[in-house]
């Protein structure tokens, strides 16, 4: 793995720091984005998935690729895909029981594993043990429904509201399942943009949320998963746009604490950008940390020459997605972190997205029209 | 997320399919309800569908018995990444009351081949929670880290341990071994701020032990964010100026002709601070600051030009005399 060997000739020979680009910057047909390929490798992966450790967690690569197609502005390449879609993503979704007893569990699961029949109806009397939702599979559920263009009117929303509400820890934090998980920031940035699709907070304790977020700002001026944990750029992502989606990013943050954020951010940037000091630069970050940047209004401050150029060298020209490294094998999830870190440079042809939940702008706007009429009917 | 794409084992010749095992012939699988036209298919190989087909069938039976547990043991090879599979796993373990013991040797088997899955390493750490037992877990974590020294959950597992079981005691040695091996390990210094914090804590004497620590580490290797990280961290509910030394210790290394980016931008930092405490000679310490910024925009961290052109404007607007002259 990549990780292990980069070797970290003492960079005081500064050239080394560009190693990456100059090797990269050499291999030709790689200075443009590659659409129509990255198009086919959206497609294939709705229609098949390359491991089977991806089984519990299949809506959410579901959501790789539709968001995906979005970004690519390219949702008419499934409209005939729309409906059956959006039903599956519905089969998903834990059936309240009328006596309301299993409330806690309420919201989506990943896949139908553990044997929940896919008519609702039918679901519905079925009593499954620990047939709980997944927080994660809950977040990109109903984005993926929004994307694609549905009202979430068949979201059972008092019931999920209350899935996410037992999930949270004493500390703040969430765990992604009722049964049991680790509980970190990716789970605490689940919970948040839950919340603020369906317009209801009262699915965690604010205040200890954001007491959580604050106590895992790390001595490097960056967020770690977890209190002392070290700084990362992923958990970095999850937390400030949890506390852009509270709207507290102003006053949970001192000026200073932003100020060092912001420094420690842009130092991420190696020619792409890495997710902790020291590391090698991988396309996951031109949008976990390109974003949080933006988030914070100064992603102008970064060189967008060289991360454009890394993350175009992580495309495949052969099968289309991107990879994490490149001349790596591509993966959803990098391929459509690749294609956002793109859209928030400005990347012609791509659609600008709303990086606080990770979709695009067009889809933000229609959940903003969806929640103008929820609130004109109460 | 995974990234691993092993799947299931054409090495593991000896799997038996469940019509050749009579111990199951009572056990009607469940298959799996994907609707009329399944999207984001998984290709599952048959021996998965089959594994599955009867874990379902188990669930729904609510089965706690010593065949439900091997066959959890089954799916997890297929997917270690089932956190219903674990979490069923742990109910027939206690359900049976099964040797903990036993079950973390086969936990860090798992782990040795997956360790980067966070639900294995959920699974090691509620069976160390229920044995009430740390015996193995620095050495095991230590073990992982050699493969690679920064593998964030072996840190946050560690990390846990030694919080839960109290072992801060010998965690420095380890950390200072840690970067005697690799003065970049950013994972190590983030370990070493998470012990002093959590025992002595920073005091003042302390504070001036790790400020010669990391500058001597400074000194090896200038260019080293994460021992700068660690420097300014130390220090960062002080002021720099607390413990005299620091600005001195950039002119130091300044005169040695080393210009690394993290040295301007501490010195930057330094006058900054001077200016914010309304020190005397204000004029030439912006004038100061600015020429770094300068420096560094137009030489040393040109990848950043746009930053410290900010920087510079930014400290102008705040500490200069004529504030209307920037635009
Ligand atoms: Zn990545």
Not at chain 2, 38 to 48: D, G, K, L
Request: hydrophobic share 35%; with cysteine; aromatic share 10%.
């Amino acid at each position: 793995m990549a990780t292990k060997n980069h070797t970290h000739r003492d960079y005081d020979s500064k050239s080394s720091k560009y190693d990456d680009y100059i090797n990269f910057s050499t291999s030709m047909s790689r200075d443009e984005l590659l659409k129509k390929k990255h198009i086919t490798f959206l497609k294939r992966v709705l229609q098949v998935l390359p491991s089977q450790q991806l089984d519990t967690h299949r809506v959410s690569v579901a959501y790789f690729a539709i968001s995906g197609l979005d970004v690519l502005d390219a949702m008419k390449e499934i409209d005939d895909q729309r409906n059956n879609l959006i039903h599956w993503i519905y089969s998903l979704q834990v059936q309240p029981d009328p006596s309301g007893k299993n409330l806690s569990q309420c919201g989506f699961r990943g896949c139908s594993m553990l044997g929940h029949l896919y008519d609702s109806h039918k679901a519905k009397g079925q009593l499954i043990p620990y047939d709980s939702s997944n927080i994660a599979m809950t977040y990109t559920s109903l984005v993926s429904l929004l994307i694609l263009g549905d009202d979430l009117s068949q979201v059972h929303k008092k019931s999920v509201i209350a899935g996410i509400r037992s999930l949270q820890q004493s500390d703040g934090s969430f765990v992604s399942v009722l049964e049991g998980s680790e509980s970190d920031m990716r789970f605490v940035y689940c919970a948040c943009c839950v919340c603020y699709i369906l317009d209801d907070w009262t699915g965690m304790d604010v205040e200890k949320t954001v007491a959580y977020i604050t106590q895992s700002l790390s001595y490097e001026g960056a967020f770690g998963q977890k209190p002392f944990n070290e700084a990362h750029g992923g958990s970095t992502f999850c937390a400030v746009a949890s506390l852009v989606l509270l709207d507290r990013l102003n006053s949970a943050l001192t000026e200073n604490q932003l100020s060092r954020l912001k420094r420690w951010l842009l130092r991420r940037q190696e020619s792409g950008f890495t997710g902790r000091p020291n590391k090698p630069a991988d396309t996951c970050y031109s949008f976990w940390v390109g974003a949080t940047l933006q988030m914070l209004g100064v992603l102008v401050l970064s060189d967008v020459t060289l991360n454009r150029s890394f993350v175009l060298s992580t495309q495949s020209p052969v099968t289309g997605g991107f990879s994490k490294y490149p001349d790596h094998v591509p993966d959803p999830l990098h391929s459509y972190l690749g294609l956002c870190g793109l859209s928030l440079i400005g990347e012609p042809g791509l659609s600008p997205i709303f990086p606080a939940l990770n979709l695009s702008q067009r889809a933000y706007d229609h959940l903003s029209n969806l929640q103008r009429q929820w609130r004109e009917k109460h | 997320m995974s990234e691993c794409n092993v799947d299931d084992a054409a090495s593991n010749e000896a799997w038996v399919p469940f019509k050749d095992r009579p111990e199951w012939r009572d056990l009607k699988p469940i298959p799996q309800d994907d609707g009329p036209d399944p999207v984001v298919q998984i290709a599952y190989s048959e021996q998965f569908r089959e594994v599955y087909d009867y874990f379902r069938a188990i669930i729904a039976a609510d089965e706690k018995s010593e065949r439900a547990l091997s066959l959890t043991k089954e799916a997890a090879e297929l997917n270690p990444a089932n956190y219903s599979v674990w979490n069923y796993r742990r109910n027939i373990l206690q359900e049976l009351n099964k040797d903990l013991k036993e079950e973390l040797k086969y936990i860090s088997q798992v782990i040795e081949d997956n360790p980067k899955n966070y639900q294995v390493w959920h699974h090691r750490r509620v069976i160390v929670e229920w044995l009430e037992d740390v015996t193995d877990e620095l050495k095991f974590t230590e073990k992982i880290l050699k493969e690679d020294a920064k593998n964030y959950h072996a840190w946050q597992h560690r990390q846990w341990c030694i919080q839960q079981f109290s072992l801060w005691d010998q965690e420095l040695d380890y950390v200072d071994r840690l970067l005697k091996e690799d003065l970049r390990n950013n994972s190590a210094w983030n370990q070493r701020h998470f012990i002093i914090k959590n025992t002595t804590g920073y005091t003042d004497e302390i504070i001036k032990k790790e400020l010669k620590y990391s500058q001597d580490f400074i000194r090896k290797a200038p260019n080293n964010e994460s021992a700068w990280n660690y420097m300014k961290g130390v220090l960062q509910e002080r002021k720099l100026f607390d413990f005299p030394g620091v600005l001195e210790f950039c002119h130091e290394l300044y005169s040695k002709q080393i210009r690394s980016p993290f040295l301007i931008a501490c010195m930057i930092d330094c006058y900054e601070e001077m200016l914010e405490l309304g020190k005397p000679k204000k004029e030439e310490t912006l004038q100061k600051a600015t020429q770094l910024c300068n420096e560094l925009a137009e030489e040393h961290d040109t990848l950043r030009r746009e930053y410290w052109q900010y920087i510079a404007r930014s400290l102008a607007s705040k500490y200069g005399a004529d504030v209307s002259g920037d635009s």
